[in-house]
């Protein structure tokens, strides 16, 4: 499968995004879809997860982002709400047929990345 991620953007803080994620190939509903982020300077992090209609988020995250999925769009979405200068880096859309949730590298395909910016 091949993912593009899409939406990021410069944004100050209190704003809200949304990325997106569109995939090509089959089976679509079959993966399971995160999203990870890596600032400069750090290691890629999970962000969020969702496995069939389950979500899972990181501490970071959690209330403030909302993983959702369209699989008759193949598309998985991250919208990101009261956003904050610590959440800055590339984020990463990533598919997986098992696997760990959380784990980078249980991760099978991975999309190029979308930078998102937040400034003060």
């Known amino acids: 499968v091949q993912l593009q991620a899409s939406g990021g953007g410069l944004v100050q803080a209190g704003d809200s995004l949304r990325l997106s994620c569109a995939a090509s190939g089959r089976a679509f509903s079959a993966y399971n879809m995160g999203w990870f982020r890596q600032a400069p300077g750090k290691e890629r992090e999970f962000v969020a997860a969702i496995r069939r209609s389950t979500t899972y988020y990181a501490n970071s995250a959690k209330g403030r982002f909302t993983i959702y999925r369209d699989n008759a769009k193949a598309t998985v979405y991250l919208q990101m709400n009261s956003l904050k200068p610590e959440d800055t880096a590339v984020y990463y859309c990533?598919?997986?047929?098992?696997?760990?949730?959380?784990?980078?590298?249980?991760?099978?395909?991975w999309g190029q990345g979308t930078l998102v910016t937040v400034s003060s």
């Open positions: 990533a598919a997986q047929l098992s696997g760990n949730w959380y784990r980078v590298n249980e991760y099978d395909y």
